[in-house]
């Protein structure tokens, strides 16, 4: 019997319509009982006669959860793809659910000791703030005290931002620009429907704002050698840490080829065109080509640049650029990661050359 104290919603999705349970393959199970006795939550039961494990209540079990297959010795237990979680977090109804179940608990819970040691957190404040289009923000941000340096960081990591006064909401935004030496930096951030962070960022935050931060985090950087040709793929604000390798890359190595393939939805949401357009008309070895699936009336291509409609995988698939002996970095939602993928892989570039920083939805 299913126990009612375990079936529960799952971030508030009713757990009886998500499917996710352990399979076990009769052939492979040797009888161990290690899953059986391993699973807190009863799924399992142990067939005595037969000696295997079997799944009794497949609700009980915990969404998400591996566990029993990870410790079983031959291999024996499945579980659906994870693309299964994946969509999952893509629902509305799940996109806060953490938060707010956190939030129920907060008299249980020491904000304070969840944030980390003091001496990891950077304060910088709030230089300037502009919109880009509907759905983009541009914020940048300098160093508050003389401690609080942001000068060293490698282009492509990312900070935890967290919004003034409430320490259990932060959120983590790639620095989208290099290191500059009086510390300033640059955040792209995507307004999310209904997403907290950016409706405050977008309403409330203001220049002046002294914010909180931990990092620089991550291990999306440039690690390829001096002469590798570069190919890089972003999509919406996955183009954050992109814009800050190749500013990198420009200063340190500008013999370097370098291909940049940016796709937003409609041509209103690209920013910082002049940019691109000046390092194309600078340097003859950085290319960029922009795609946008629709284009808003008055939008010109940008010297320099090129432009295709559609997305950017479709315009990377169509390209006639030779990218199979490039490393390749690719930022943006997984869909548009998935996608780049399938193209990589078709145009024969090696798993090995790739590097991804990819955002849930
Ligand atoms: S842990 Fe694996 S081998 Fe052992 S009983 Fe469970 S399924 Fe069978
Ligand atoms: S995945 Fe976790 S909860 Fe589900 S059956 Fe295995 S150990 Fe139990």
Same mark, same amino acid.
């Given at each position: 019997?299913?126990?009612?104290?375990?079936?529960?919603?799952?971030?508030?999705?009713?757990?009886?319509?998500?499917?996710?349970?352990?399979?076990?393959?009769?052939?492979?199970?040797?009888?161990?009982?290690?899953?059986?006795?391993?699973?807190?939550?009863?799924?399992?039961?142990?067939?005595?006669?037969?000696?295997?494990?079997?799944?009794?209540?497949?609700?009980?079990?915990?969404?998400?959860?591996?566990?029993?297959?990870?410790?079983?010795?031959?291999?024996?237990?499945?579980?659906?793809?994870?693309?299964?979680?994946?969509?999952?977090?893509?629902?509305?109804?799940?996109?806060?659910?953490?938060?707010?179940?956190?939030?129920?608990?907060?008299?249980?819970?020491?904000?304070?000791?969840?944030?980390?040691?003091?001496?990891?957190?950077?304060?910088?404040?709030?230089?300037?703030?502009?919109?880009?289009?509907?759905?983009?923000?541009?914020?940048?941000?300098?160093?508050?005290?003389?401690?609080?340096?942001?000068?060293?960081?490698?282009?492509?990591?990312?900070?935890?931002?967290?919004?003034?006064?409430?320490?259990?909401?932060?959120?983590?935004?790639?620095?989208?620009?290099?290191?500059?030496?009086?510390?300033?930096?640059?955040?792209?951030?995507?307004?999310?429907?209904?997403?907290?962070?950016?409706? *405050? /960022?977008?309403?409330?935050?203001?220049?002046?704002? %002294? #914010? @909180?931060? &931990?990092?620089?985090?991550?291990? !999306? $950087? =440039?690690?390829?050698?001096?002469?590798?040709?570069?190919?890089?793929?972003?999509?919406?604000?996955?183009?954050?840490?992109?814009?800050?390798?190749?500013?990198?890359?420009?200063?340190?190595?500008?013999?370097?080829?370098?291909?940049?393939?940016?796709?937003?939805?409609?041509?209103?949401?690209?920013?910082?065109?002049?940019?691109?357009?000046? *390092? /194309?008309?600078?340097?003859?070895?950085?290319?960029? %080509? #922009? @795609?946008? &699936?629709?284009?808003?009336?008055? !939008? $010109? =291509?940008?010297?320099?640049?090129?432009?295709?409609?559609?997305?950017?995988?479709?315009?990377?698939?169509?390209?006639?650029?030779?990218?199979?002996?490039?490393?390749?970095?690719?930022?943006?939602?997984?869909?548009?990661?998935?996608?780049?993928?399938?193209?990589?892989?078709?145009?024969?570039?090696?798993?090995?050359?790739?590097?991804?920083?990819?955002?849930?939805?």
């Amino acid at each position: 019997m299913p126990d009612p104290k375990l079936v529960r919603p799952w971030h508030g999705i009713p757990r009886e319509q998500i499917v996710w349970h352990p399979t076990v393959d009769d052939d492979a199970c040797i009888g161990c009982g290690t899953c059986v006795t391993g699973c807190g939550r009863l799924v399992y039961r142990f067939d005595f006669e037969r000696k295997k494990a079997v799944i009794a209540d497949p609700l009980n079990c915990l969404v998400g959860c591996t566990t029993c297959a990870n410790t079983c010795p031959t291999h024996a237990i499945s579980f659906p793809p994870l693309e299964t979680i994946a969509e999952l977090l893509e629902r509305p109804e799940v996109h806060h659910a953490v938060e707010d179940e956190l939030l129920m608990r907060k008299d249980q819970v020491a904000w304070q000791e969840a944030l980390p040691h003091p001496d990891r957190l950077v304060r910088l404040v709030v230089t300037r703030k502009e919109p880009i289009g509907e759905k983009n923000l541009l914020v940048t941000l300098e160093p508050y005290g003389e401690e609080d340096c942001m000068c060293q960081f490698i282009p492509g990591q990312y900070l935890e931002i967290w919004v003034p006064g409430t320490p259990w909401m932060s959120r983590a935004y790639s620095i989208g620009s290099a290191p500059r030496e009086d510390g300033r930096i640059e955040l792209h951030l995507r307004r999310i429907e209904g997403g907290r962070f950016t409706t *405050w /960022a977008f309403a409330q935050l203001k220049v002046g704002d %002294v #914010l @909180t931060v &931990r990092g620089p985090l991550g291990h !999306f $950087v =440039v690690r390829s050698s001096l002469d590798k040709p570069l190919l890089f793929v972003a999509r919406g604000t996955g183009f954050a840490p992109i814009k800050a390798m190749i500013e990198q890359q420009l200063e340190l190595t500008p013999a370097r080829d370098l291909l940049l393939f940016w796709g937003v939805t409609d041509t209103s949401d690209f920013y910082e065109l002049d940019l691109l357009s000046g *390092w /194309a008309k600078s340097d003859p070895n950085f290319r960029c %080509v #922009l @795609t946008a &699936r629709t284009v808003s009336a008055g !939008f $010109v =291509v940008p010297q320099g640049l090129e432009f295709r409609k559609g997305t950017c995988y479709d315009a990377l698939e169509a390209s006639r650029f030779e990218i199979s002996k490039r490393d390749v970095y690719v930022a943006g939602p997984r869909k548009t990661v998935e996608a780049t993928l399938r193209v990589l892989r078709a145009k024969g570039v090696p798993h090995e050359q790739i590097l991804i920083d990819s955002y849930g939805n």
